[in-house]
C-alpha cells in the first residue's frame, strides 16, 4: 500500500485517503439532496398558495365585473365589446 507523507510527518495512505475523500463526498451529496428536497417543497407551498391566491381573484374579479355592468345598466351606458 502507498503510503504519503503529510504535513504534520505521519503518514497517510491511499486507503485513507480514499475513504476520507468518499466520506466528505457523500456528506455533501446528501446535504445537495436534502436543499433539493427543500426547495421542491418550498415550491410546493408556493404553488399551493398561488392557486388560492387565484381563486380569491377570480371571485373579486366576477364580482367587479357583475358590478360594473349593472352600473352601466343603471346608468344608460352603453359601451361596444371589444
Known amino acids: 500500500m502507498n ?9 497517510t495512505s491511499e486507503e485513507e485517503i480514499y475513504i476520507n475523500s468518499m466520506e466528505s463526498w457523500i456528506k ?3 446535504s445537495r439532496r436534502e436543499q433539493i428536497v427543500s426547495t421542491i417543497k418550498t ?3 408556493i404553488v399551493e398558495q398561488n392557486k388560492i391566491q387565484l381563486h380569491w381573484l377570480d371571485k373579486a374579479l ?5 358590478e360594473f355592468e ?3 345598466k343603471n346608468n344608460n351606458i352603453a359601451m361596444p365589446n371589444g
Open 3 to 11: 503510503k504519503y507523507n503529510r504535513h504534520d510527518g505521519l503518514e
Open 62 to 66: 366576477e364580482v367587479a365585473k357583475f
Open 43 to 45: 415550491s410546493t407551498e
Open 28 to 30: 455533501e451529496q446528501e
Open 70 to 72: 349593472e352600473w352601466k
